[in-house]
């Protein structure tokens, strides 16, 4: 009968030590990321970033000397889904669906792991978009003077940036469109540059990265142009 106490109680102080050593707190995943906006209204994308001090101050154990590696570690192990990745605007609510992998760990990546002092369960963000900068429209032909020079049949096409006038031109923006067209972030095309005859019909285009423009916050406006030269 002593026997059969003794084992009892020893059962019941190695299941209680076992309790004690290898059970972790659980704590949302989502609770250590947040999401990110960055860019124009109608045309930002969302981006996740570990909240690295709150990640060290309270799922790390301080006597491991591995924290940074471990950071970049569950970083690259959590997949993050979202309802929405691209052409964000503002009011808009962004849902992203956390799921730590935790399959196929080396060795090393075991290691990491182990100091790392609580069980993160797979969780979701949910964000409303707020406080981005709304887009200008912009009409690069208001900037530019398209002159037509010489005489006929040896007329050619060039075109030249006016002077900023403060009744018709917003200075932002015309500021921004010089810096752009020196930078030949915006080029002007046509349909026939030299040996032009009087009373042709030229098309003058426009020509810019579209999605990088977005990018800057300008949405142009009018693309193309037709002029009859006099």
Not at 19 to 38: E, G, P, Q, R, W
């Amino acid at each position: 009968m002593k026997r059969v106490k003794f084992f009892v109680l020893l059962i019941i102080t190695m299941s209680v030590m076992l309790m004690f050593t290898s059970c972790k707190k659980k704590v949302n995943i989502a609770d250590y990321f947040d999401l990110t906006f960055d860019g124009y209204s109608g045309y930002t994308t969302v981006n996740s970033e570990l909240l690295y001090e709150k990640f060290l101050e309270e799922c790390i154990d301080k006597n491991k000397l591995t924290p940074p590696l471990t950071a970049i570690l569950l970083e690259e192990r959590v997949n993050i889904k979202y309802n929405k990745e691209k052409n964000i605007s503002n009011n808009d609510v962004i849902i992203a669906e956390l799921n730590l992998d935790l399959t196929d760990l080396s060795d090393m990546e075991k290691s990491l792991f182990s100091s790392i002092n609580v069980d993160f369960t797979n969780g979701t963000i949910k964000k409303e978009v707020k406080n981005l900068k709304e887009c200008k429209v912009m009409n690069p032909f208001d900037y530019v003077d398209v002159l037509f020079l010489g005489d006929s049949p040896e007329i050619y096409a060039e075109v030249l940036v006016k002077d900023f006038d403060e009744k018709t031109m917003d200075k932002n923006l015309y500021d921004q469109f010089n810096e752009l067209y020196n930078l030949k972030c915006i080029i002007f095309s046509f349909s026939k540059e030299k040996n032009i005859n009087k009373g042709a019909h030229i098309k003058v285009a426009a020509c810019y990265n579209d999605s990088f423009m977005k990018s800057e916050g300008i949405i142009i406006e009018n693309k193309n142009k037709d002029i009859v030269v006099e």
